[in-house]
């Protein structure tokens, strides 16, 4: 299991993002990252097995500014996956398991396909997820075919232009939960990620559900 993270901020979301993502710490132990929408997408990952978050990214996130970020601890694979599609420019960040993830990746090869994050012959999860999604009209039914396709569960985190998609996993195995405090917005894995920041609960999503959540506050995108 990986621990992600977003917040939407009023002013430069970097600091909050950096704590918000350690606070998910214990729940992966290979990767960690943290993307950031400002003049454009910036991204940091670092290999944390035998480290510590905040080591590892004390000086990075000083250097990535706007309003709008993403971080996850990773269990596996390296994230954010940033991609440039017919959606523009987005970041993405994943929690969950793919049991069909070597059929899928072998399909998307057959229709022409390629990635780029590839180990040991293995594709990365989250970029499959991420090819998956761009085969739909628009994001959220990117992200509905994808729920479709594969067998097994993801949560995720989708950083664009338009804000964050926050997308629960249709089984309802991994929470995500969106926080508030002031004019200020964040979703997270665990509840107890941002009490020490002076967040509070606003909702759990539903499993399945999809939300946006940019400086407006959140708005349900599917039920």
Same mark, same amino acid.
């Given at each position: 299991?990986?621990?992600?993270?977003?917040?939407?901020?009023?002013?430069?979301?970097?600091?909050?993002?950096?704590?918000?993502?350690?606070?998910?710490?214990?729940?992966?132990?290979?990767?960690?990252?943290?993307?950031?929408?400002?003049?454009? *997408?910036? /991204?940091?990952?670092?290999?944390? /097995?035998?480290?510590?978050?905040?080591?590892?990214?004390?000086?990075?996130?000083?250097?990535?500014?706007?309003?709008?970020?993403?971080?996850?601890?990773?269990?596996?694979?390296?994230?954010?996956?940033?991609?440039?599609?017919?959606?523009?420019?987005?970041?993405?960040?994943?929690?969950?398991?793919?049991?069909?993830?070597?059929?899928?990746?072998?399909? &998307?090869?057959?229709?022409?396909?390629?990635?780029?994050?590839?180990?040991?012959?293995?594709?990365? &999860?989250?970029?499959?997820?991420?090819?998956?999604?761009?085969?739909?009209?628009?994001?959220?039914?990117?992200?509905?075919?994808?729920?479709? *396709?594969? &067998?097994?569960?993801?949560?995720?985190?989708?950083?664009?232009?338009?804000?964050?998609?926050?997308?629960?996993? /249709?089984?309802?195995?991994?929470?995500?939960?969106?926080?508030? /405090?002031?004019?200020?917005?964040?979703?997270?894995?665990?509840?107890?990620?941002?009490?020490?920041?002076?967040?509070?609960?606003?909702?759990?999503?539903?499993?399945?559900?999809?939300?946006?959540?940019?400086?407006?506050?959140?708005?349900?995108?599917?039920?």
């Amino acid at each position: 299991m990986s621990g992600i993270f977003g917040v939407v901020s009023k002013e430069d979301c970097n600091e909050d993002l950096f704590y918000g993502t350690d606070y998910h710490s214990h729940l992966g132990t290979q990767f960690a990252g943290l993307a950031v929408f400002g003049k454009d *997408l910036q /991204r940091k990952i670092h290999d944390i /097995r035998g480290s510590q978050f905040k080591a590892k990214f004390h000086e990075d996130y000083k250097k990535i500014t706007g309003n709008m970020g993403i971080g996850v601890i990773s269990a596996k694979d390296e994230q954010p996956i940033v991609i440039n599609s017919k959606f523009g420019p987005f970041a993405i960040i994943t929690n969950g398991f793919i049991d069909n993830s070597a059929s899928l990746s072998k399909k &998307l090869y057959r229709e022409g396909k390629s990635f780029s994050e590839v180990t040991d012959g293995k594709v990365n &999860l989250t970029e499959l997820i991420a090819k998956l999604i761009i085969r739909g009209r628009n994001i959220v039914d990117g992200i509905n075919k994808m729920s479709s *396709l594969i &067998l097994g569960s993801c949560s995720l985190l989708l950083l664009n232009k338009d804000g964050i998609y926050a997308a629960r996993d /249709r089984l309802g195995v991994t929470p995500l939960t969106i926080w508030r /405090r002031g004019s200020d917005w964040a979703v997270t894995t665990e509840t107890s990620a941002l009490l020490n920041l002076g967040y509070k609960v606003v909702k759990r999503l539903e499993s399945n559900e999809i939300v946006l959540i940019n400086k407006s506050g959140f708005k349900v995108k599917q039920k």
